[in-house]
């Protein structure tokens, strides 16, 4: 089957094929000895909360005793 890759570097990909990845939005996209190969990625909001956390360099220890205050000032 072929696909075709627009003027705005965009690829499209045939039906018959995505049918097999019903619900994927992302691929994670490399290249292989010539080849582009898309795996299907399933993207989770805990991955995006600890991608987050990590880009405010919050430990784990911080998120406990965050917790921690959160509980006494009930």
């Not at 795996?39 to 360099?57: D, N, S």
């Given at each position: 089957?072929l696909?075709?890759?627009?003027?705005?570097?965009?690829?499209?990909?045939?039906k018959t094929?995505?049918?097999?990845?019903?619900?994927?939005?992302?691929?994670?996209?490399?290249?292989?000895?010539?080849c582009?190969?898309l795996?299907?990625?399933?993207?989770?909001?805990?991955?995006?909360?600890?991608?987050?956390?990590?880009?405010?360099?919050?430990?784990?220890k911080?998120?406990?005793?965050?917790?921690?205050?959160?509980?006494?000032?009930?």
């Amino acid at each position: 089957m072929l696909a075709k890759l627009t003027s705005k570097n965009r690829l499209t990909l045939p039906k018959t094929i995505l049918s097999d990845f019903g619900g994927t939005e992302y691929f994670d996209v490399s290249g292989e000895n010539g080849c582009i190969v898309l795996t299907p990625v399933r993207i989770t909001h805990a991955g995006a909360v600890r991608a987050k956390l990590a880009e405010l360099g919050l430990s784990e220890k911080d998120m406990a005793d965050a917790v921690a205050w959160a509980r006494e000032a009930e």
